[in-house]
């Protein structure tokens, strides 16, 4: 398992009973997690004491109740800063194991000793879009939501990163790459993050079982002469990482050698020393 163990700002304090107490920065959120099926004593007062709690309903979805929670804050990541506020639908606006991912990227990006052009899909509020420009990639950062993009800028702004080569686009992802295929683009590394299930802009239905295999079969055709890697996340249980591997063996490694590993990733517990499990993620790179 890849584990996000480098955080500062953030931490899972403890798990249990299908929720998780997590400190975002100086606050406490209780927040529901499918993965956390034990039951285990809730000792830390935070458990008591949290400034939001976001409830599961019965019938679907849930609700925040708030105690002395900002509107909006912050949290740092190695020189990144991320602008957080509470989703209605239990999110915060970061994914905190996926500095796994932004760890292992941006050390390639790093050594390349070469201009690298990364294509982010799905690209959400920019975290790993932030952390290949920080090491030094120029990114077209590509979503479906406006509102996504513009939150995604704000982090690049407060990142320092305001003016650095990034390309913001707010489109269909599998339209976005289909277009690039036509004019002829390419890049030499690709990141996804693929919803379970979603709509693009114009009412696009996408189901990531359906979808996600003629995607990679697309955006294997975007890649350069050179590519660096491709890295693709999922957050489906349905989706074993083998099925990663096998989707970046077929349409990546068998054009271009190099390797392919899929694991989980995850987070650490405080309490306990336990290992939250986030999904899974697959990784194609170059051979070195």
Known sequence: ????????????????GGEKLERWGDFLLIRPDPQV?????KENRGWRRPNGHYHRSAKGGGEWEFFDLPQQWTIGYHGLTFNLKPFSFKH?????????????????????GRPIKVLNLFAYTGGATLAAAKAGASVTHVDASKGMVGWA???AKSSGLEDAPIRWIVDDCVKFVEREIRRGNHYDAIIMDPPSYGRGPKGEIWKIEDAIHPLVKLCAQLLSDKPLFFLINSYTTGLAPAVLTYMLSIEVKSKFGG??????????????????????????????
Do not use: H
């Open 1 to 16: 398992m890849w584990i996000a163990d480098r955080w500062k700002d953030y931490e899972v304090l403890d798990c249990s």
């Open 37 to 41: 099926i034990w039951e285990t004593p």
């Open 92 to 112: 915060t606006g970061l994914f905190p194991e996926q500095a796994a991912n932004w760890d292992w990227f941006g050390e390639k990006i790093q050594k390349a």
């Open 153 to 155: 800028k704000e982090n």
């Open 259 to 288: 390797s392919v590993i899929s694991d989980e990733i995850g987070l650490p517990v405080a309490k306990n020393g336990l290992i939250l499990p986030c999904g899974a993620s697959g990784r194609w790179s170059a051979d070195e």
